[in-house]
């Protein structure tokens, strides 16, 4: 552990530092990483830590023209795969973009997409980097019935890891149930570090507020992994037992149109609402009761955190890292996925019982302050930081009292 003490010392005698958040996507769009690093950046900067944010926008298309090439498998073989293809070619227009963009040198570089890790990796051989693995492309290209397992798309995805593993100097994840997932495609699993995302507090206004009839809310990618037919049908169970509610949908994606026909095929046109993607979720949120998403799967989920702290009661599936933010009946419900009928039971429960529904808002909002506060991930990453520095920039004396 690094000091209080100890990390004073060092950010007063050592060189000033300067550290790169690479991305993928630019800092405002949705999703956890965009609403998390950016309050990252805010903090470090303010400590005396020069921290800057770079990504790739959604402009550069298909201007990189460079060979790429991976050191633990033959990329080769997999050519001629339209998925494939088209994530070879992204990694030559960010090499190409940060080729052209960034003329300085960095003390640390630390990575929110494989495609950025590997890019700086052959770009800054001598930088220390770190990589953050935030989510599983593969899994969702499965789960959106794009790909199947044990494809060839699904081979070369899953190659990136030990491609990873091998490149960077710190492998983070942000769930123990991620390090499960990656671990057999990994040499040392156990070497991966999980740093659960935080939030910055400020942003999470609750209201005292009290709705006469129940309001759910759900804010996602409009993606099949996301489980919406699954929640539509338990509303429509729901609806057949004769309990008002009303569903807010925040966010937009490839099956909205197929979403909406489903709302009106189960008899819920005045029950849901449709909003399409909105920048800032959280502002709207503390209006509502309960927050409900049964993914298919989640890398952590990061709404569900963001949804305890606007003092919302939260229902979600028993997968990945919504597992780990959810206890069974303490702070929140879980259901199996797949399950429209258990998911109703549970949606059921926050209606007839709004003490119930309250008790278990504050739960989740008692821990989310607790464990996923922006504090805490400052504080674990400042750790890491200091640890993969050079001696030189990074290590403080044995004298003076050495990190570790």
């Not at 298309?61 to 795969?81: C, I, L, M, P, Y």
């Not at 495609?115 to 990796?121: G, K």
């Not at 920039?393 to 009292?401: C, I, L, P, R, T």
């Amino acid at each position: 552990m690094v000091s209080e003490q100890c990390f004073t010392y060092w950010i007063e005698e050592a060189i000033a530092l300067h550290i790169l958040q690479a991305l993928f996507f630019p800092p405002e769009q949705p999703g956890g990483v965009s609403s998390m690093v950016p309050y990252i950046q805010e903090r470090f900067n303010r400590v005396g830590w020069e921290m800057e944010l770079f990504s790739l926008p959604k402009r550069v298309r298909n201007k990189g023209q460079e060979e790429v090439a991976f050191a633990t498998f033959d990329a080769a073989s997999f050519a001629g795969n339209p998925i494939v293809d088209k994530y070879i070619q992204t990694y030559r227009d960010y090499l190409w973009w940060t080729k052209m963009r960034i003329k300085r040198s960095y003390d640390l570089i630390h990575a929110h997409h494989p495609i950025a890790a590997l890019v700086m990796r052959q770009l800054f051989p001598d930088t220390p980097i770190m990589m953050t693995i935030h989510s599983s492309f593969e899994r969702e290209l499965i789960l959106n019935n794009r790909i199947t397992e044990g494809s060839p798309e699904h081979r070369f995805l899953t190659s990136i890891y030990r491609e990873l593993e091998t490149k960077v100097d710190r492998l983070l994840t942000v769930s123990e149930s991620f390090r499960q997932y990656m671990a057999p495609y990994l040499e040392q699993p156990d070497n991966v570090i999980v740093i659960p995302n935080g939030f910055d507090e400020k942003r999470f206004k609750p209201i005292a507020h009290e709705n006469q009839v129940t309001q759910f809310i759900t804010v996602c990618r409009l993606v099949p992994a996301k489980g919406l037919d699954v929640l539509l049908k338990a509303c429509a169970i729901l609806k057949q037992k004769g309990y008002p509610f009303v569903l807010h949908i925040i966010g937009d994606g490839p099956i909205r149109a197929e979403l909406e026909q489903l709302a009106v095929d189960l008899g819920l046109y005045d029950e849901i609402i449709f909003y399409g993607y909105m920048l800032h979720p959280e502002e709207f949120m503390p209006f509502f009761d309960v927050f409900v998403l049964p993914s298919r799967a989640e890398s952590f989920g990061s709404v569900f955190a963001e949804a305890a702290l606007c003092l919302l009661a939260l229902i979600g599936t028993n997968v990945g890292g919504i597992s780990e933010q959810i206890e069974n009946e303490v702070n929140g419900l879980l259901v199996p996925p797949e399950h429209p009928e258990a998911l109703a039971e549970a949606m059921e429960k926050t209606v007839v019982d709004p003490s119930y529904r309250y008790e278990l808002a504050r739960a989740a909002w008692d821990k989310a302050k607790r464990v996923y506060s922006l504090t805490r991930v400052v504080s674990q990453l400042k750790e890491v930081y200091v640890e993969v520095l050079p001696t030189s920039k990074g290590a403080v004396d044995e004298q003076e009292g050495n990190p570790s």
